[in-house]
């Protein structure tokens, strides 16, 4: 596995990460790994048991054991949790700041790396999340830390929620997101902190496809299209 090769793309909620690491894994027809569905599927799975989202014994043991299935692009790309569709129900924002609780939990994040590390298969592997570069695939061929302002990112979050349908508030996102930075950013395993040969990339003014141009020039040099 370690010939295959991995472009980690890190950084925290509302940087764009998940639009950009699904458009180049299709540029370059890898395979993708969206690790905050995961965390995501683990803590939707234990609000549906009545779990505390503090256990983490119930929780590790909980995710070691997730029923869960990617399916194909043919299929719609849909996640499954124990059969049942779930793909718009991870998106939304309780399930994102259960997530967040659920990753700082060591024994859960313990129980997803294998899982996560199964992904890494030929011709090579789009891996998305916060910790890609710094320990799940700590030999990334390329890792990208991907940012933007607090400010941009709930701009973005705003719009992304309204063309959902789904109502809310500047101020309340721009509060939510900068709990989850916290958060991340102080845990005790894996934090969200750029990897020391990671290359930042800040997409605040910027297009999804300028971002996208700019990853792939820095994996162009390194030969990786």
């Known amino acids: 596995m370690i010939d295959v090769p991995v472009i980690a793309v890190d950084g925290p909620s509302g940087s764009g990460k998940g639009t950009v690491s699904r458009l180049l894994a299709e540029q370059l027809g890898w395979h993708l790994l969206d690790s905050g569905a995961l965390y995501r599927l683990t803590a939707l799975a234990a609000q549906r048991r009545g779990m505390a989202l503090d256990d983490e014994a119930m929780l590790s043991t909980l995710a070691s054991k997730l029923d869960v299935r990617f399916a194909s692009e043919a299929q719609g790309a849909s996640v499954l949790l124990e059969g049942d569709d779930v793909s718009l129900a991870i998106r939304n ?5 259960a997530a967040s609780k659920v990753a700082i ?3 859960v994040r313990a129980a997803l790396l294998d899982r996560q590390r199964d992904f890494r298969v030929t011709p090579g592997l789009v891996a ?4 890609m570069g710094t320990v799940v695939f700590p ?3 390329l ?3 991907l940012t933007a ?3 941009e990112r709930g701009a973005r979050r705003l719009r992304q929620l309204k063309d959902q349908g789904v109502g809310a508030n500047l101020p309340s996102l721009l509060r939510d997101l900068a709990e989850r930075d916290a958060r991340d950013a102080r845990r005790a395993v894996s934090p969200l902190k750029p990897a020391d040969d990671a290359l930042t990339v800040d997409s605040s003014g910027l297009d999804v496809r300028g971002v996208l141009d700019r990853i792939l020039t820095f994996a162009r040099e390194r030969n990786l299209v």
């Not at 924002?93 to 700041?97: F, H, L, N, T, V």
């Not at 998305?128 to 910790?131: I, P, T």
């Open 93 to 97: 924002e309780d399930c994102g700041i």
């Open 105 to 107: 939990l060591p024994s």
């Open 128 to 131: 998305d999340g916060r910790d």
């Open 139 to 141: 030999d990334a061929s």
């Open 143 to 145: 890792k990208i830390f």
């Open 149 to 151: 302002s607090l400010e």
